[in-house]
């Protein structure tokens, strides 16, 4: 019947118009990373996966995986991915569709696949990419018991970020690390924050810092002015990170 037909379009036309303006919304709200992370990004290994690989000059077999925030442009964490190689950290930024982590939960699976020589791995991300590595973690871990080998992950890292599920049993190594002035991660209650976490889970508070300062993107909406400098917010992640990333080892 045509009525069928002409309903048939009418909703195809409905669902391009909706894609096409939440694609459109992505373009307009995210956040490029300042031309200073751009060219830093441009100094990482060359790789075919369009990563961002930031080796450390001495020999490590610590390596990380970092996921951008949502709608986050992945070469803004390249200064503190290169800080983190700086400091022995074998360090990945996995860019992702449409910039939003959840669209490829398994990116970190592909970069530990093609790194076999580090023995052990940390996973983790700022806000959203942090949201996603809390999933991605206990599902690897659950898929390497099924296949009797042993999870190569030996920490779970939250920038400005909190876990929606249980991560407890699955990465008994967490650190979180946020800002007194992170005007998006202040909204969550103290219960949300730990929800799911271990309870030896190290807490690291930077005085002066927001959600906005673990990339370099500029401001956010709904964040709170930085109160210290972008550099010495850079190094104080970034020595709390490789800190407790080496003394898993």
Known sequence: MKWLKYIGLGLLGILIVGVLGFYTWIRLNRYPATPQAVLISQQSSPNP???FVFQPTQATTQGFVIYPGGLVDARAYAPLAQALAERGIFTVIVPVPLELAITNINAAQNVMTAFPNLRTWAVGGHSLGGATACMFVPAHVQLSASQGVVSKINALVLWGAFCNN?????????????????????KRSADELKNGLPANTRWVVIGGGN???????????????????????????????????????
Not at 215 to 232: H, I, K, R, V, W
């Open 49 to 51: 996966q369009g990563w």
């Open 166 to 186: 249980d991560v407890a049993v699955s990465a008994p190594n967490v650190i979180s690390i946020y800002g007194a002035q992170d005007g998006l991660l202040g």
């Open 211 to 249: 959600h906005a300062m673990f990339g370099d993107y500029g401001n956010q909406s709904g964040d709170n002015p930085l109160s210290l400098t972008s550099a010495d917010a850079r190094q104080r992640i970034a020595d709390e990170t490789a800190g407790f990333l080496l003394a898993l080892k």
